[in-house]
């Protein structure tokens, strides 16, 4: 168990909707990672929040978004969805902001369909 | 071209076999991460190098900053190692985001 926990494990929806992905990092991590992993692209990071602030952004939709909350619980929100944004979405989390102690540790994953 | 390739894409071992798994990539980076990722879809980070060599068990991680190569080797192999492993890069300067290969399915027959 790596502490970081995401929910739903699974989320079956239809297009156009909107849906809101959650993860509680590890206890003592400041960063919150967002990551998709579809069929034909791997894995893409989307976006990273350090203590309620966003740090980097990736490939992440206008469609897409994310916050980090007071208490470092992040959601990422989808709208507007389309059967290509079918995939795994991964959480990680890590102590700092990327270059000193940058282990990441990664939730179990939301798999989303979208029919 | 992908920044990140590894090699091979599939590898089939039988037990008890030495592996070995490639990664090269094209840009400067601060760290590279190996990371294993179950047939169920959890992924758990191996190693983080930025120099070197480490070693955890049966598993080894080599990086070679100035040929841009890192390898993975598993000793030993077991039926429990069949895996996906992903090789990811964080590039000099960012803050945070990976970037990914598209990794290399290892399957151990007993």
């Known amino acids: 168990d790596s502490g970081v926990t995401q929910t739903p494990k699974h989320l079956i929806t239809a297009t156009g909707q909107r849906v809101t992905l959650r993860c509680s990092p590890r206890s003592g991590d400041l960063s919150v990672y967002w990551y998709q992993q579809s069929l034909d692209q791997g894995l893409q990071f989307l976006i990273q929040?350090?203590?309620?602030?966003?740090?980097a952004k990736g490939n992440i939709l206008e469609r897409f978004s994310a916050q980090q909350f007071p208490d470092l619980h992040s959601e990422l929100n989808l709208s507007s969805l389309e059967l290509g944004d079918s995939a795994l979405y991964f959480c990680a989390s890590s102590v700092g902001p990327g270059l000193a102690k940058n282990i990441q540790y990664f939730g179990a994953g939301t798999r989303l369909s979208v029919l | 071209k992908n920044e990140v390739e590894q090699s091979p894409q599939n590898l089939t071992a039988q037990e008890g076999e030495f592996i070995t798994i490639n990664c090269s990539y094209s840009?400067?980076?601060?760290?590279l991460h190996w990371l294993q990722q179950h047939p169920g879809g959890g992924i758990v980070s191996l190693f983080m190098?930025?120099?070197g060599k480490k070693k955890h068990g049966r598993l080894i991680a080599t990086i070679n900053i100035q040929e841009k190569h890192s390898s993975l080797h598993i000793t030993a192999s077991h039926p429990r190692d069949s895996a996906v492993y992903i090789c990811?890069?964080?590039?000099?300067?960012?803050?945070?985001?990976?970037?990914f290969g598209k990794g290399t399915k290892l399957s151990v027959k007993p």
């Open positions: 990811a890069v964080r590039r000099g300067g960012s803050q945070g985001n990976l970037i």
């Open positions: 190098l930025s120099s």
């Open positions: 840009v400067g980076i601060s760290a």
């Open positions: 929040y350090y203590n309620g602030e966003e740090r």
